[in-house]
Structures are given as structure tokens and as C-alpha cells.
């Protein structure tokens, strides 16, 4: 099974901030993904990628294959970037499919 | 917004009772999946579908069965609820498998086993 583990769980910063938020996964894989979970809980995914560097608006998520190893980036936080964001990648155990996740980092923006 | 929705959104349950929740899509993808949310273990794979009638065990199969019959629903059955099972359970759907196509969730179901 491929491990997923991210860093820091718990996030507190200021409105405008640059946020950085880490992933790192144990097995070789085709395509990481970043999620987005606000209280009251639904999921949305907010990038899936494979090398390089992905942009969406205030939003960047940067890959090192290699390195095994992600990050998700927020310019100019906002308190509506409030939530928890979290990295999957695929399962890779046993032949199954699906993803794997992180535990999440719960973030929050103070005004 | 991907058109998947997940009924019932909760649930309280009695030790012992089965219970279904239901997947339903409307984008024809062929993948279809159902995590369950703890706190601190986040989300892990129960079961999951490559399309009508064939189905795989996840990582957290056992208590659970799961049926897909039609493309666009998938059925997740406790057999038997436990107070093990209290958790919220999200469906998705995928076009690729392997994740290697984008992942699209439902709004989950919060259930109860008491």
C-alpha cells in the first residue's frame, strides 16, 4: 500500500499569507491528487498531476517525482481558504485500485 | 459540479440491522468507489467497482458487500451494522481507474450505528 503522509496537520495563519502544504508517498505513481473538504464535508479535488506544476487562480501544486514528494500552494490566503485539504495517490496494493490518502491539513485564516 | 449524489445523507441504525446506502451518477463514468471518513485514519477504501457486476475489496472490506447492477449505481450494504461502522462514508467516481483520472465526490452519508 502506498503511504501518504502530510505535513503540518494543523495550519493557523493570517489573511494573506503564503501557505505551503507537503506531501510525501512511499510507492512510485502515475498521478497525485489534491483535494478540499470544508466543514460540513464535501469533497472537491482541486488538482491531479503527473510532473511539474499545476496554477488555479491562488492556488499551485508543485511535484518531484523522484523525490516522491508534493506541495500545495496558497498565495494571498484568504479566510475562505478555510478547510481541509488533503493529498491521495494511488492505492497500489494487492492490485487494487482507488486512492490512498493523507490525513489531512486542517487549515484555517484568520482575518 | 459532477452529477453524483449519495442517499440516504443520514442515517441512525441499530446494532445489528443491515442497511444500504446507494451511489447514483449521471456521468457514465466507469469507475465507482466507497471510502469511508474516521478521524485520524482519514479516508480509506472499502470496496470499488470497474463496471456492471465487477467489484474489488478494499482495504477496510470486511462487513461490507457492494452491488453494481446499472452503470450509474453502487450499493454498499452492511450486512450487519456494528458501532464500528458509525462513520461517514463517501462515494466517487473516476473515467480512468488506477487513479489516473480525476476523482469526483459525493456529498457523503453520515451514519449512526447505535
Known amino acids: 500500500k502506498n503511504e501518504v503522509e502530510q505535513s503540518p496537520q494543523n495550519l493557523t495563519a493570517q489573511e494573506g499569507e503564503f501557505i505551503t502544504i507537503n506531501c510525501s508517498y512511499s510507492?512510485?505513481?502515475?498521478?497525485l491528487h489534491w483535494l478540499q473538504q470544508h466543514p460540513g464535508g464535501g469533497i472537491v479535488s482541486l488538482f491531479m498531476?503527473?510532473?511539474g506544476k499545476k496554477k488555479h487562480g491562488r492556488l499551485i501544486a508543485t511535484i518531484n517525482i523522484q523525490e516522491k514528494h508534493s506541495s500545495l500552494h496558497i498565495t494571498a490566503s484568504h479566510p475562505r481558504d478555510s478547510a481541509v485539504y488533503i493529498c491521495?495517490?494511488?492505492?497500489?496494493?494487492?492490485?487494487?485500485?482507488?486512492?490512498?490518502f493523507g490525513k489531512g491539513t486542517h487549515l484555517i485564516i484568520q482575518p | 459540479d459532477a452529477g453524483i449524489t449519495q442517499s440516504p445523507r443520514h442515517k441512525v441504525t441499530e446494532t445489528g440491522t443491515p442497511v444500504t446506502l446507494r451511489c447514483h451518477q449521471t456521468?457514465?463514468?466507469?469507475?465507482m468507489y466507497w471510502y469511508r471518513q474516521d478521524p485520524g485514519h482519514g479516508l480509506r477504501l472499502i470496496h470499488y467497482?470497474?463496471?456492471?457486476?465487477?467489484?474489488d475489496k478494499g482495504e477496510v472490506s470486511d462487513g461490507y458487500s457492494v452491488s453494481r447492477s446499472k452503470t450509474e449505481d453502487f450499493l454498499l450494504t452492511l450486512e450487519s451494522a456494528t458501532s464500528s461502522q458509525t462513520s461517514v462514508y463517501f462515494c466517487a467516481i473516476s473515467e480512468s481507474g488506477r487513479a489516473g483520472g480525476e476523482a469526483f465526490f459525493g456529498q457523503g452519508t453520515r451514519l449512526t450505528v447505535v
Open positions: 498531476l503527473s510532473s
Open positions: 491521495a495517490a494511488p492505492y497500489s496494493g494487492g492490485g487494487a485500485d482507488g486512492l490512498t
Open positions: 467497482s470497474y463496471g456492471v457486476k465487477d467489484t
Open positions: 510507492v512510485g505513481i502515475s498521478a
Open positions: 456521468e457514465n463514468h466507469r469507475y
